[in-house]
């Protein structure tokens, strides 16, 4: 079955740690997403890529770096500058194009707590 | 102002009863409108979609864009137990950069 697969679930990091966050896709989706859900403030996104080798920023990047050398792979790194990383963390593909904004699949998320 | 705004609820409603969710807008360049399903520990999932004004029906939702007062709606008929979730309205202009409402958490009580 294709899908997204998101790990671990859960997550936990000391203060002063970088984390990788792995999401891995078999749809065969150009672009790829990372949100962050807190509490009453919806998604928010972090990064996004459209293709290989190239990633944009979404609207609250700082705090974290993400890689897109393969198709199916795009992990977020949480850094130490990350001041507030406690959230759930969610993954998103997508075609490109029109068709990709009605085909957004997520994954099931990892939560992640500062310790 | 938040671009969208959606109230976060809870909502919890007797099972049959109707649901109405709504969502508000500021931007007058969204054309596509879409509803997610959220249930607890998961991720979202993709309920209904709509482009630009009018309604949509798919069994016992309904979602309603009315793009002059800026607002969406997703209406539940017969609501179940195992429509209590969290949803969330979604809307863009273009494929790059969607924006998510809040969520509101729906409670159907049996």
């Known amino acids: 079955d294709g899908g997204i697969t998101q790990s671990p679930k859960y997550l936990f990091r000391k203060e002063g740690q970088n984390v990788t966050l792995s999401c891995e896709q078999n749809l065969n989706h150009d672009a790829m997403y990372w949100y962050r859900q807190d509490p009453g403030q919806g998604l928010r996104l972090i990064y996004y890529s459209q293709i290989v080798n190239d990633f944009q920023k979404g609207d609250i990047a700082e705090g974290y770096s993400v890689s897109r050398e393969k198709k199916e792979s795009f992990p977020l790194t949480v850094t130490s500058a990350q001041k507030n990383p406690t959230a759930f963390y969610l993954c998103?593909?997508?075609?490109?194009?029109?068709?990709?904004?009605?085909?957004?699949?997520f994954g099931s998320g990892t939560r992640l707590t500062v310790v | 102002q938040k671009e969208v705004e959606q109230d976060p609820g809870p909502l919890s409603v007797p099972e049959g009863a109707i649901v109405s969710l709504n969502c508000t807008y500021s931007n007058s360049a969204f054309q596509y409108f879409m509803w997610y399903r959220q249930y607890s520990r998961k991720g979202p999932e993709l309920l209904m979609y709509?482009?630009?004004?009018g309604n949509k029906e798919d069994g016992r939702f309904t979602a309603q864009v009315d793009k002059s007062s800026k607002y969406i709606s997703l209406f539940i008929r017969d609501s179940q137990p195992s429509d209590s979730a969290t949803y969330l309205c979604a809307m863009s202009s273009s494929a790059s950069k969607i924006i998510f409402g809040s969520g509101t958490r729906l409670s159907i009580r049996p």
């Open positions: 709509t482009y630009s004004s």
């Open positions: 998103a593909s997508s075609p490109t194009g029109d068709k990709g904004i009605y085909g957004y699949t």
